[in-house]
């Protein structure tokens, strides 16, 4: 069973910068996929980003060019760079991780718990 940590959110203006991290319990070497996901309330839960074993990152359009998937296998963590950020990104974001390469959240066999991005003045 892989259990996935989420930390790094919080409250920040429009605007402003988070680092979200995902920990993973087993060396993501054995994790073909990982990606963050994110749910704001009344919605469903959205593709944010997602990230190959060889460090390949696609990113919805809401967020390209202003969010930077990353991964660190040695430390076996992900993380997400939120630059830029705006009130509609306001929302949980999940780490999700898998064997299949994919945008639906099917795809994914593991999930965080989740952490909380506030974007507000």
């Known amino acids: 069973q892989v259990q996935l940590v989420e930390s790094g959110g919080g409250l920040v203006q429009p605007g402003g910068s988070l680092r979200l991290s995902c920990a993973s319990s087993i060396s993501i070497f054995r994790l073909n996929s990982m990606a963050w996901y994110r749910q704001a309330p009344g919605k469903q839960r959205e593709f944010v980003a997602h990230?190959?074993?060889?460090?390949?990152?696609n990113y919805a359009d809401s967020v390209k060019g202003r969010f930077t998937i990353s991964r660190d296998n040695a430390n076996s963590a992900v993380y997400l760079q939120m630059n830029s950020l705006k009130s509609e990104d306001t929302a949980v974001y999940y780490c999700g991780a898998g064997q299949v390469l994919s945008r639906r959240d099917t795809a994914y066999a593991y999930w965080g718990q989740g952490t909380q991005v506030t974007v507000s003045s």
């Open positions: 990230i190959t074993s060889s460090g390949n990152g």
